[in-house]
Nanobody
Framework: VQLQASGGGLVQPGGSLRLSCAAS????????IGWFRQAPGKEREGVGC????????YLVDSVKGRFTISRDNAKNTVYLQMNNLKPEDTAVYYC?????????????????WGQGTQVTVSS
């Protein structure tokens, strides 16, 4: 089970980025994916997640209306589309997975983590 997160970068406030989480060694039909972020000096926090069975998603209140999560089963990849980015969204973003149906934004539930991708929102 491996995850490869990518797509981070430097963007101005109000801009957009799309992060990708490419999965290998397993299929998304049986594994839920969670997105997390960690800013310097802060604890890792959940951003959102996607269920394995039906692809339904959950987003935390701070990103609801700005971020969306989707997946492409053919590419075995999950995406985090981030719009209207704010400086407080600056963090290293991680995707995580485990063989569960219903996703969660509790980091302790996931055993498998990608390496993280840096997102910096600054003018």
């Amino acid at each position: 089970v491996q995850l490869q997160a990518s797509g981070g970068g430097l963007v101005q406030p109000g801009g957009s980025l799309r992060l990708s989480c490419a999965a290998s060694g397993f299929t998304l039909d049986y594994y839920a994916i969670g997105w997390f972020r960690q800013a310097p000096g802060k604890e890792r926090e959940g951003v959102g997640c996607i269920n394995s069975n039906d692809g339904s998603t959950y987003l935390v209140d701070s990103v609801k209306g700005r971020f969306t999560i989707s997946r492409d089963n053919a590419k075995n990849t999950v995406y985090l589309q981030m719009n209207n980015l704010k400086p407080e969204d600056t963090a290293v973003y991680y995707c995580a997975t485990d063989r569960i149906i219903f996703c969660t934004v509790r980091p302790s539930v996931y055993d498998y983590w990608g390496q993280g991708t840096q997102v910096t929102v600054s003018s």
